[in-house]
């Protein structure tokens, strides 16, 4: 039933009740038929549930994989005998499992709990007629049918259709987005079947649950609650939406498929080869025997080339990263409330944001006067308003606009507790929609006087003189042409305009009655006001024009308003970029595509609008973020990429399906969030490029190693490398600072690849090249050992030989992590000669400190299979200098890449 095309007699006999309410026990009975009047909780997701999803992930799935099938490797080659040390490799890899899993999970819990801090219950009682008198009960306690009793403060807590109404006015901001509180009326709505749905903020003879009343008192009967109520809609089709993967989600589930084939790839090309090997080149003859043989030897040294592929501290050392993010957005008031969700703000391409309490204050202000005299303006427009301002408070508590008024007396000195104690009010004309003005009378020093306010056109009609600076002058045609022309020019930028008179009196009123006093009136002036824009929101906007990021207006308040809001920010040029809700509605979701390219400011949207609009762009292949704190914002907020809700101002919905939350609700926490964001991104890559050069390296050096029957790195240099030298300046790079340029370049494509934009060719570029030194390193010692390389094809062990390939290949990963401070700008940059990375330093030199001390430490020699004494002081040096023979090569590698890229823009 269309409760709001009804008159109230048809209202109340639609639900059972009366005009005295209901009595006790109908009110028990509906409460048991119906339920509690809140909205259904979603069911908590369990921590084995929380586990299970973690360790879902395919990176980590592929180590438990790699875990398992090195287990059988160990037992088979074990013949029995075990030691603890056989299963170092598969401990590691389990505990780099536990770790990542375990971090996932607390960084979850952490931002749960802040989130639950953050939740709040708007309306815990409510005043309600039972058994015909007026009583207070728990908001949930309230049913169908039951009448509701308002007063200015008071929380809506269900859907009502009003009866009653005393210059009600309700602000409902967080359900329609409007600024401005709606004036409430009890008459039916016209409306017929065909016609456009009347929108919510438009049914002003309802009330909506999320509301608040702010002005006036009425009571009005309940005609819906919990999930049945609007708020209570748009809860359920939150709880229906799903949430797809992020970006890197998406590119990690790449990466563990591309890494699965190379893995699978490598470990039948060794089996071939092995078994090519035994046969062909050994001269063997074939048996069954000698091939069982031959296949489970050529099996483990697969298996073994085929675990030194998959760098096991990735998953660990990209949570870190993460997680490092998510600790550095709440220092910048930006809450995330999945780790997944940090880097996704790095790849946005679109933010559409609601205005109220978003872009703009949510606090109406006097931005313009027309008056003669400022300080009698403010006077009057302060004392006739029933706003007030406490002498220790500095903002005016009450009806939004009227809170402007006394807020704007405050800021010329003028409070208005020490103007009421100079002219307290006597009496007074209350507000009421057909005059559209209100009056009060005040005793002064020397008599009383009237002060007016209200609408223009109503108020002019009552003016017969008008106070210029030299005194008051006769209301003539032409004084009265000028004042309707400013008004129009307020109008026109969208300011809510009110006009203020007075009247003085030698002796009190007889009558107060408002046709009595509101005539014989003085023009004084007129105010206009607007919900104005947040002062940062201006620099926010422009950067995020510079990060090439498209910022989206999408509001319930009228399309004037959202107009000259956009335009004001930046957001629109012209109006023909700005569109009702109600034109969405002719439009089907193909042609939506390609409308939300030319337009940038929706007004008068209802909440599946909004979701539409986010639909498309991301139908697009957008990357799409939605802000905003309203009720009306919860849907789009789901159905966004990455939702972020406000935490002051933010509806409990909101925030529940918002991916990040504002602690400071300022919408340029969110231009800081997208930089961190893609700071995060930026230094994932760097971290990836860095470890899988550097793993295929080891995999090529293995693989020729098998090829070539000798060996230069043991399972305890693969270890030691995989676990300590890839991952310490791994974490370091994850805490890199912001390149210079970061905020400048384009947001990149969704559909961009990890190994896109050249960075695939520079991961195997770069891990030939540190093969190749590392490969020669190993040479230059079996030379330098053995004295000639002929020993080489025959298996002789060279273990000085290994030693300088071990240190060479640890002092080469550091310079690579060095390098890659920045994936294409060089090394030696102003910008990365400033911004220096005390963590990469540090890592630097704790891993060289190592990896020496197991090259000449005794006790440390025999783990790493080092024979005391026999490594040289000339050794060390070679080896330093073909690790530093990177930093070159990378430098001329990075300018060609720079070179590429510029061209590729042009």
């Given at each position: 039933?269309k409760?709001?095309?009804?008159?109230?007699?048809?209202?109340?006999?639609?639900?059972?009740?009366?005009?005295?309410?209901?009595t006790?026990?109908?009110?028990?009975?509906r409460?048991a038929?119906?339920?509690?009047?809140?909205?259904a909780?979603?069911?908590?997701?369990?921590?084995?549930?929380?586990?299970i999803?973690?360790?879902?992930?395919?990176?980590?799935?592929?180590?438990?994989?790699?875990?398992?099938?090195?287990?059988?490797?160990?037992?088979?080659?074990?013949?029995?005998?075990?030691?603890?040390?056989?299963?170092?490799?598969?401990?590691?890899?389990?505990?780099?499992?536990v770790?990542?899993?375990?971090?996932?999970?607390?960084?979850?819990?952490?931002?749960?709990?802040?989130?639950?801090?953050?939740?709040?219950?708007?309306?815990?009682?409510s005043?309600?007629?039972?058994?015909?008198?007026?009583?207070?009960?728990?908001?949930?306690?309230?049913?169908?049918?039951?009448?509701?009793v308002?007063?200015?403060?008071?929380?809506?807590?269900?859907?009502?259709?009003?009866?009653?109404?005393?210059?009600?006015?309700?602000?409902?901001?967080?359900?329609?987005?409007?600024?401005?509180?709606?004036?409430?009326i009890?008459?039916?709505l016209?409306?017929?079947?065909?016609?456009?749905?009347?929108?919510?903020?438009?049914?002003?003879?309802?009330?909506?649950?999320?509301?608040?009343?702010?002005?006036?008192?009425?009571?009005?009967?309940?005609?819906?609650?919990?999930?049945?109520?609007?708020?209570?809609?748009?809860?359920?089709?939150?709880?229906?939406?799903?949430?797809?993967?992020?970006?890197?989600?998406?590119?990690?589930?790449?990466?563990?498929?591309?890494?699965?084939?190379?893995?699978?790839?490598?470990?039948?090309?060794?089996?071939?080869?092995g078994i090519?090997?035994?046969?062909?080149?050994?001269?063997?003859?074939?048996?069954?025997?000698?091939?069982?043989?031959?296949?489970?030897?050529t099996?483990?040294?697969?298996?073994?080339?085929?675990?030194?592929?998959?760098?096991e501290?990735?998953?660990?050392?990209v949570?870190i990263?993460?997680?490092?993010?998510?600790?550095?957005?709440?220092?910048?008031?930006?809450?995330?409330?999945?780790?997944?969700?940090?880097?996704?703000?790095?790849?946005?391409?679109?933010?559409?944001?609601?205005?109220?309490?978003?872009?703009?204050?949510?606090?109406?202000?006097?931005?313009?006067?027309?008056?003669?005299?400022?300080?009698?303006?403010?006077?009057a427009?302060?004392?006739?308003?029933?706003?007030?301002?406490?002498?220790?408070?500095?903002?005016?508590?009450?009806?939004?606009?009227?809170?402007?008024?006394?807020?704007?007396?405050?800021?010329?000195?003028?409070?208005?507790?020490?103007?009421?104690?100079?002219?307290?009010?006597?009496?007074?004309?209350?507000?009421?929609?057909?005059?559209?003005?209100?009056?009060?009378?005040?005793?002064?020093?020397?008599?009383?006087?009237?002060?007016?306010?209200?609408?223009?056109?109503?108020?002019?009609?009552?003016?017969?003189g008008?106070?210029?600076?030299?005194?008051?002058?006769p209301?003539?045609?032409?004084?009265?042409?000028?004042?309707?022309?400013?008004?129009?020019?307020?109008?026109?930028?969208?300011?809510?305009?009110?006009?203020?008179?007075?009247?003085?009196?030698?002796?009190?009123?007889?009558?107060?009655?408002?046709?009595?006093i509101?005539?014989?009136?003085?023009?004084?002036g007129?105010?206009?006001?607007?919900?104005?824009?947040?002062?940062?929101?201006?620099?926010?906007?422009?950067?995020?024009?510079?990060?090439?990021?498209?910022?989206v207006?999408?509001?319930?308040?009228?399309?004037?308003?959202?107009?000259?809001?956009?335009?004001?920010?930046?957001?629109?040029?012209?109006?023909?970029?700005?569109?009702?809700?109600?034109?969405?509605?002719?439009?089907?979701?193909?042609?939506?595509?390609?409308?939300?390219?030319?337009?940038?400011?929706?007004?008068?949207?209802?909440?599946?609008?909004?979701?539409?609009?986010?639909?498309?762009?991301?139908?697009?292949g957008?990357?799409?973020?939605?802000?905003g704190?309203?009720?009306?914002?919860?849907?789009?907020?789901?159905?966004a990429?990455?939702?972020?809700?406000m935490?002051?101002?933010?509806?409990?919905?909101?925030?529940?399906?918002?991916?990040?939350?504002?602690?400071?609700?300022?919408?340029?926490?969110?231009?800081?969030?997208?930089?961190?964001?893609?700071?995060?991104?930026d230094?994932?890559?760097?971290?990836?490029?860095?470890?899988?050069?550097?793993n295929?390296?080891?995999?090529?050096?293995?693989?020729?190693?098998?090829?070539?029957?000798?060996?230069?790195?043991?399972?305890?240099?693969?270890?030691?490398?995989?676990?300590?030298?890839?991952?310490?300046p791994?974490?370091?790079?994850?805490?890199?600072?912001?390149?210079?340029?970061?905020?400048?370049?384009?947001?990149?494509?969704?559909?961009?690849?990890?190994?896109?934009?050249?960075?695939?060719?520079?991961?195997?570029?770069?891990?030939?090249?540190?093969?190749?030194?590392?490969?020669?390193?190993?040479?230059?010692?079996?030379?330098?050992?053995?004295?000639?390389?002929?020993?080489?094809m025959?298996?002789?062990?060279?273990?000085?030989?290994?030693?300088?390939?071990?240190?060479?290949?640890?002092?080469?990963?550091?310079?690579?992590?060095?390098?890659?401070?920045?994936?294409?700008?060089?090394?030696?940059?102003?910008?990365?000669?400033?911004?220096?990375?005390?963590?990469?330093?540090?890592?630097?030199?704790?891993?060289?400190l190592?990896?020496?001390?197991?090259?000449?430490?005794?006790?440390?020699q025999?783990?790493?299979?080092?024979?005391?004494?026999?490594?040289?002081t000339?050794?060390?040096?070679?080896?330093?200098?073909?690790?530093?023979?990177?930093?070159?090569?990378?430098?001329?590698?990075?300018?060609?890449?720079?070179?590429?890229?510029?061209?590729?823009?042009q």
């Open positions: 039933m409760y709001y095309c009804e008159g109230k007699e048809d209202v109340l006999s639609s639900v059972n009740s009366r005009d005295g309410g209901l006790s026990e109908e009110a028990e009975k409460l038929e119906n339920g509690k009047n809140k909205l909780e979603p069911e908590k997701e369990s921590l084995f549930r929380k586990f999803r973690s360790i879902a992930d395919p990176m980590i799935i592929m180590l438990i994989a790699a875990a398992a099938i090195q287990a059988v490797v160990t037992v088979l080659e074990a013949h029995g005998t075990f030691r603890f040390s056989d299963f170092a490799d598969v401990l590691v890899i389990l505990v780099v499992v770790i990542n899993t375990v971090m996932s999970l607390i960084q979850e819990s952490k931002s749960e709990a802040a989130m639950e801090a953050l939740m709040q219950m708007t309306a815990a009682t005043k309600v007629m039972r058994d015909g008198k007026v009583c207070v009960i728990k908001s949930e306690d309230i049913v169908e049918g039951d009448v509701v308002f007063e200015a403060g008071d929380a809506v807590p269900a859907d009502c259709r009003i009866i009653e109404s005393h210059s009600l006015k309700v602000e409902e901001a967080a359900l329609t987005g409007e600024s401005v509180p709606v004036s409430k009890i008459d039916a016209y409306w017929r079947d065909g016609d456009p749905e009347i929108a919510l903020g438009d049914r002003k003879n309802m009330l909506y649950s999320g509301s608040t009343v702010v002005y006036g008192r009425g009571r009005a009967v309940v005609t819906a609650t919990g999930m049945e109520t609007e708020m209570g809609k748009i809860a359920e089709a939150l709880s229906e939406a799903e949430k797809e993967q992020t970006p890197l989600q998406k590119k990690m589930a790449e990466l563990s498929k591309f890494l699965t084939k190379l893995v699978i790839g490598i470990c039948i090309a060794v089996f071939i080869i090519v090997d035994s046969f062909l080149i050994s001269g063997q003859s074939f048996s069954w025997k000698v091939l069982g043989e031959s296949g489970l030897n099996f483990i040294a697969a298996i073994a080339l085929a675990v030194a592929a998959i760098p501290g990735l998953p660990a050392v949570t990263i993460l997680s490092i993010g998510v600790t550095a957005m709440s220092k910048r008031q930006a809450l995330i409330r999945k780790l997944t969700a940090v880097e996704t703000l790095g790849c946005t391409q679109i933010i559409c944001s609601d205005k109220t309490g978003t872009l703009t204050q949510n606090k109406m202000t006097v931005v313009d006067e027309f008056t003669a005299d400022k300080k009698l303006l403010a006077t427009m302060a004392l006739c308003s029933d706003a007030e301002i406490q002498p220790e408070e500095t903002s005016a508590t009450g009806e939004p606009t009227e809170c402007a008024l006394v807020n704007y007396a405050f800021s010329l000195d003028m409070p208005k507790y020490e103007l009421s104690r100079e002219q307290p009010r006597i009496s007074e004309a209350p507000f009421d929609s057909g005059r559209k003005m209100m009056s009060t009378v005040h005793k002064t020093a020397d008599g009383f006087i009237q002060y007016t306010k209200g609408a223009c056109d109503m108020m002019l009609a009552r003016c017969t008008y106070l210029t600076s030299e005194g008051i002058v209301m003539t045609e032409e004084l009265k042409n000028e004042i309707e022309k400013t008004n129009k020019a307020f109008a026109d930028r969208a300011l809510r305009v009110l006009c203020a008179a007075y009247r003085k009196y030698d002796k009190e009123p007889e009558s107060y009655e408002a046709e009595d509101e005539k014989k009136l003085i023009f004084i007129l105010t206009g006001m607007i919900d104005p824009c947040r002062p940062e929101v201006y620099e926010a906007i422009e950067k995020c024009r510079e990060a090439g990021i498209r910022p207006m999408i509001t319930g308040d009228h399309k004037d308003t959202a107009v000259a809001i956009a335009k004001d920010l930046g957001i629109i040029k012209d109006e023909s970029e700005a569109m009702v809700g109600a034109e969405l509605d002719d439009y089907t979701d193909e042609q939506m595509m390609d409308l939300v390219t030319k337009i940038s400011v929706y007004a008068r949207v209802q909440p599946e609008h909004k979701t539409r609009i986010v639909q498309a762009w991301r139908a697009r957008c990357v799409t973020a939605m802000t704190d309203g009720v009306n914002d919860a849907p789009s907020i789901k159905a990429d990455i939702g972020v809700g935490g002051i101002t933010g509806t409990d919905v909101t925030k529940g399906a918002a991916d990040m939350v504002l602690a400071d609700d300022n919408f340029a926490t969110i231009v800081n969030a997208v930089e961190e964001g893609r700071k995060i991104y230094n994932v890559l760097k971290v990836l490029q860095f470890q899988l050069s550097t295929m390296a080891e995999v090529i050096i293995m693989f020729l190693a098998s090829l070539l029957n000798f060996t230069i790195l043991s399972p305890v240099h693969l270890l030691w490398i995989n676990m300590v030298t890839d991952s310490l791994g974490l370091a790079l994850g805490v890199e600072k912001a390149e210079g340029d970061l905020m400048k370049r384009k947001p990149r494509p969704s559909t961009d690849g990890l190994f896109s934009n050249g960075a695939g060719f520079d991961m195997i570029w770069q891990g030939i090249y540190l093969a190749i030194i590392e490969i020669a390193a190993y040479l230059i010692g079996y030379h330098h050992e053995i004295g000639s390389l002929s020993g080489l025959h298996g002789t062990v060279c273990v000085n030989a290994m030693a300088m390939a071990f240190l060479t290949v640890n002092f080469a990963e550091m310079m690579c992590a060095v390098n890659m401070r920045s994936r294409t700008g060089s090394l030696f940059s102003k910008s990365m000669l400033k911004n220096r990375n005390w963590w990469l330093v540090g890592a630097f030199f704790v891993t060289t190592f990896t020496l001390g197991a090259i000449y430490i005794p006790g440390l025999q783990v790493f299979d080092i024979e005391p004494g026999t490594f040289q000339e050794e060390l040096i070679i080896s330093a200098v073909l690790a530093l023979s990177t930093v070159p090569v990378f430098e001329i590698g990075k300018a060609l890449r720079r070179r590429s890229l510029k061209n590729k823009e």
